[in-house]
């Protein structure tokens, strides 16, 4: 099972954009989850993190502007990404947290122009 994010695109610096990442039952209710992100001349790095008891954490890099959430209805993980900068622009992937290799999908482009 791969899992796909989605909601990607070309947005101006300081706007907003909602990544969605739909989930099996099993990886949503058993797993914390996370939203990463690799820059073409980055190491991918876990941006924000979320518990199945809804605890979340986040890289002090997008503190303060980024919101995860999950969805149970819909086994649904959530990244709400405001007050974006050229420096958010990157592929960005959901996966559990601690990351397995078989839940790496292809991502969602985020471009922010400045």
């Known amino acids: 099972v791969q899992l796909q994010a989605s909601g990607g695109g070309l947005v101006q610096a300081g706007g907003s954009l909602r990544l969605s990442c739909v989930t099996t039952g099993p990886i949503f209710s058993y797993n914390a989850m996370g939203w990463y992100r690799q820059a073409p001349t980055n190491a991918r790095e876990l941006v924000a993190a979320?518990?199945?008891?809804?605890?979340?954490n986040y890289a002090d890099s997008v503190k303060g502007r980024f919101i995860i959430s999950r969805d149970s209805a819909t086994n649904t993980i959530y990244l709400q990404m405001n007050s974006l900068k050229p420096e958010d622009t990157a592929l960005y992937y959901c996966n559990t947290n601690p990351a397995l290799i078989e839940y790496w999908g292809q991502g969602t482009l985020v471009t922010v122009s400045s």
């Open positions: 979320i518990t199945t008891g809804d605890s979340t």
